[in-house]
């Protein structure tokens, strides 16, 4: 069971270095995001913490998001890749983990695997920002689309896993991908690759602080300590396995605020200590 927020102590408050976060849901409200997100992300960036949102979303929003927020890299397409601003010369680097001609080669059985969805999943319809992938198939259950069920969302994880891929669902989509990747293994690669940060190390995984909301934030919310669920992670409380750490009072982009500002108040009392 999770506690509230104000169960993370202040000491380990203090030692929080960077915030990863996913984005739908967390830092969304509404599926818009919301000034008091993006305040929230400007001020742990002000302070000085590393800023790493990770996502589901497409590589074309992905761009753009790390062209504009205030963010250090983001992690998309569930793992697929990392895109950042280099810190030196300002521009755009974009990270693949698989290389180019593989991800195209993927393309054949992806068609293949949609065209089983329509056809068996009445309501299941190809997500809006399918033109703007790179690595992953993404079928929309509630964003353009009515809500389908539970049980015609299991179904088309089902159909994802039988053709060998990795599948997993978030509040809009259904996403599946064929790669050795995932939200988690991606984060780790870059948190150590890019930023000196070896997870595998739990003292220096308990310096980073994770900001979640749904199902496929689950891996996350178990491995990283300070795991915090915004309070709109109660809509998916029976399919976690390890609920987060904490809970914000409030949902999405104000709990993530919440969740920021409960860092930042700490490290801002022991600098005048």
Same mark, same amino acid.
């Given at each position: 069971?999770?506690?509230?927020?104000?169960?993370?102590?202040?000491?380990?408050?203090?030692?929080?270095?960077?915030?990863?976060?996913?984005?739908?849901?967390?830092?969304?409200?509404?599926?818009?995001?919301?000034?008091?997100?993006? #305040? *929230?992300?400007?001020?742990?960036?002000?302070?000085?913490?590393?800023?790493?949102?990770?996502?589901?979303?497409?590589?074309?929003?992905?761009?753009?998001?790390?062209?504009?927020?205030?963010?250090?890299?983001?992690?998309?397409?569930?793992?697929?890749?990392?895109?950042?601003?280099?810190?030196?010369?300002?521009? /755009?680097?974009? @990270?693949?983990?698989?290389?180019?001609?593989?991800?195209? =080669?993927?393309?054949?059985?992806?068609?293949?695997?949609?065209?089983?969805?329509?056809?068996?999943?009445? &309501?299941? #319809?190809?997500?809006?920002?399918?033109?703007?992938?790179?690595?992953?198939?993404?079928?929309?259950?509630?964003?353009?689309?009515?809500? @389908?069920? %539970?049980? *015609?969302? =299991?179904?088309?994880?089902?159909? /994802?896993?039988? +053709? &060998? /891929?990795?599948?997993?669902?978030?509040?809009?989509?259904?996403? &599946?991908?064929?790669?050795?990747?995932?939200?988690?293994?991606?984060?780790?690669?870059?948190?150590?690759?890019?930023?000196? *940060?070896?997870?595998?190390?739990?003292?220096?995984?308990?310096?980073? /602080?994770?900001?979640?909301?749904?199902?496929?934030?689950?891996? @996350?919310?178990?491995?990283?300590?300070?795991?915090? &669920?915004?309070?709109?992670?109660?809509?998916? +409380?029976?399919? @976690?396995?390890?609920?987060?750490?904490?809970?914000? %009072?409030?949902?999405?982009?104000?709990?993530?605020?919440?969740?920021?500002?409960?860092?930042?108040?700490?490290?801002?009392?022991?600098?005048?200590?």
């Amino acid at each position: 069971m999770s506690a509230g927020l104000d169960a993370f102590s202040v000491d380990d408050r203090r030692a929080v270095r960077g915030i990863i976060t996913d984005v739908d849901g967390t830092l969304t409200t509404g599926g818009r995001i919301t000034s008091t997100a993006l #305040a *929230a992300l400007e001020r742990a960036q002000a302070a000085g913490l590393t800023v790493i949102a990770v996502t589901g979303a497409a590589a074309g929003t992905c761009d753009a998001m790390a062209r504009t927020w205030p963010v250090d890299a983001v992690i998309g397409e569930s793992g697929g890749f990392v895109f950042r601003l280099h810190p030196e010369t300002g521009r /755009m680097v974009h @990270l693949h983990i698989l290389a180019r001609d593989e991800r195209r =080669g993927h393309w054949t059985e992806y068609e293949k695997v949609l065209e089983k969805i329509v056809a068996e999943v009445p &309501g299941a #319809a190809l997500a809006a920002d399918q033109a703007y992938r790179e690595t992953d198939l993404a079928i929309d259950h509630a964003q353009d689309v009515a809500p @389908l069920a %539970p049980e *015609a969302i =299991g179904k088309i994880v089902a159909i /994802m896993e039988a +053709a &060998g /891929m990795t599948a997993t669902w978030s509040n809009i989509h259904v996403n &599946g991908w064929l790669g050795p990747y995932d939200k988690l293994t991606t984060t780790c690669l870059v948190l150590r690759e890019l930023y000196r *940060a070896d997870v595998s190390d739990r003292a220096e995984r308990a310096r980073w /602080m994770f900001v979640g909301d749904s199902r496929n934030d689950a891996p @996350l919310f178990e491995f990283f300590p300070h795991s915090v &669920g915004v309070a709109n992670v109660a809509d998916f +409380a029976d399919h @976690l396995k390890v609920p987060p750490a904490y809970v914000t %009072p409030s949902p999405s982009g104000a709990g993530f605020a919440e969740a920021v500002d409960a860092v930042l108040a700490a490290q801002s009392s022991a600098a005048t200590e």
